[in-house]
Structures are given as structure tokens and as C-alpha cells.
T-cell receptor, first 114, second 112 residues
Framework: DGGITQSPKYLFRKEGQNVTLSCEQNLNHDAMYWYRQDPGQGLRLIYYSQIVNDFQKGDIAEGYSVSREKKESFPLTVTSAQKNPTAFYLC?????????????FGPGTRLTVL | SQQGEEDPQALSIQEGENATMNCSYKTSINNLQWYRQNSGRGLVHLILIRSNEREKHSGRLRVTLDTSKKSSSLLITASRAADTASYFCATARGSSASKIIFGSGTRLSIRP
């Protein structure tokens, strides 16, 4: 999992609550990403950030929000507007924004809605 | 729909045998990457092959790319128990990382 950490490992949420997933990297990477993974599925991009103080919506941004106030941190908030939030969430970073850059992944957070 | 689709969805082989996984895609790509994911963990980058390359090696891994058939294969030689994982291909359609699409993966099990 290298120099990128996610917390918590497991998270339980009641319906109607917002929760925030933490993602921190000490790799000095400019770009950071949030993905969602459902059982037996590939990864889908939620939000991405090319550089600090900038972020863009990915393919499934509805019901999620992010911030990038510090280069090393990219927290994801799952809001009550996300209708089916139970999933495995993966944060990643890369040194640059180009497609040739390897992405380094955190260990993931498993979110369960009760 | 997913850009990259792996085949087979699941593969079980004896330790020591070779494992071959395939990835097909629909549109032209800049590069194709393979990642490994151990159960309940994050993904680990294995290898990247560019659209103008046909074959790449890294240790026991061999990746081929056939752009005319829009397909790639990942070969793991002399498999080990530690190779048990899911393997994903990721295709890059444009120049930005937001255009990287992950397939649904092949679950590889190595029997001792």
C-alpha cells in the first residue's frame, strides 16, 4: 500500500448520515483519485484532483463531495444524497496527471449502510 | 459499459502452471495497464504497455498487446500461491488520467 493511507478500514453509517473517509499520502504526488468498487466489479471514478485546491467530478460524483486543501490530503464525504453507498472505497495518487503515470492505491475503506 | 473486459472472470490452476488472462477493449487507447488486487486490499500496479508496443516483460509477467484485435493478455509463468488475487486491466482512452477505465477483473486462484 506504499505511502498512501486510508481510514477507517471499516465504517458503518445509518441512513441519512454523512460520513467522511480519510485519504493521506506522503509521496508528494500532485494527483489524487477516489474510486468506488462494488462486488465483482471494476473501479469507477468518483472524483479526482490534479493539483491542490482543484478537483473535478468523475463518472459517478452524485452524492459525494471532496476537498483538496492540502497536497497530501483528499477526504471524501459520502452524503445522504448517495442512495446506495455500501461499497469498497479506494483512494489513489499519482505523481502527475498523464495516463502514463502509475497509480498508487491505499488499502481501502469498506462502508456499510445499516 | 466497461472499456476493458477481462476473460475469464475466474481461473483456478495448479501451483507451478502458467496463468493467462485476457483483456478486450472497444475504442483506441494510449496505453493499457495491469493491476493486481489481493482480497480486501488496494490495487498494485504491475505493468504498463503503450499502444506502440507489442510485448513487455517484468519478472514472471509477460504482457502482450494487439491493437488490431483490441486485446491484451497477461501471462504469469510458474504460478505461486502468492499470485492468488484479482487482476484488472485499465485502458487509457485519452491523455488525462480521468479517462482511465478499469475492467471487472479476473479472479485467479492457485491450488497448492
Amino acid at each position: 500500500d506504499g505511502g498512501i493511507t486510508q481510514s477507517p478500514k471499516y465504517l458503518f453509517r445509518k441512513e441519512g448520515q454523512n460520513v467522511t473517509l480519510s485519504c493521506e499520502q506522503n509521496l508528494n504526488h500532485d494527483a489524487m483519485y477516489w474510486y468506488r468498487q462494488d462486488p465483482g466489479q471494476g473501479l469507477r471514478l468518483i472524483y479526482y484532483s490534479q493539483i491542490v485546491n482543484d478537483f473535478q467530478k468523475g463518472d459517478i460524483a452524485e452524492g459525494y463531495s471532496v476537498s483538496r486543501e492540502k497536497k497530501e490530503s483528499f477526504p471524501l464525504t459520502v452524503t445522504s444524497a448517495q442512495k446506495n453507498p455500501t461499497a469498497f472505497y479506494l483512494c489513489a495518487s499519482s505523481i502527475g496527471w498523464g495516463v502514463d503515470n502509475e497509480q498508487f492505491f491505499g488499502p481501502g475503506t469498506r462502508l456499510t449502510v445499516l | 459499459s466497461q472499456q476493458g473486459e477481462e476473460d475469464p472472470q475466474a481461473l483456478s490452476i495448479q501451483e507451478g502452471e502458467n496463468a493467462t488472462m485476457n483483456c478486450s477493449y472497444k475504442t483506441s487507447i494510449n496505453n493499457l495497464q495491469w493491476y493486481r488486487q489481493n482480497s480486501g486490499r488496494g490495487l498494485v500496479h504491475l505493468i504498463l504497455i503503450r499502444s506502440n508496443e507489442r510485448e513487455k516483460h517484468s519478472g514472471r509477467l509477460r504482457v502482450t498487446l494487439d491493437t488490431s484485435k483490441k486485446s491484451s493478455s497477461l501471462l504469469i509463468t510458474a504460478s505461486r500461491a502468492a499470485d492468488t488475487a484479482s487482476y484488472f486491466c485499465a485502458t487509457a482512452r485519452g491523455s488525462s488520467a480521468s479517462k482511465i477505465i478499469f475492467g471487472s477483473g479476473t479472479r485467479l486462484s492457485i491450488r497448492p
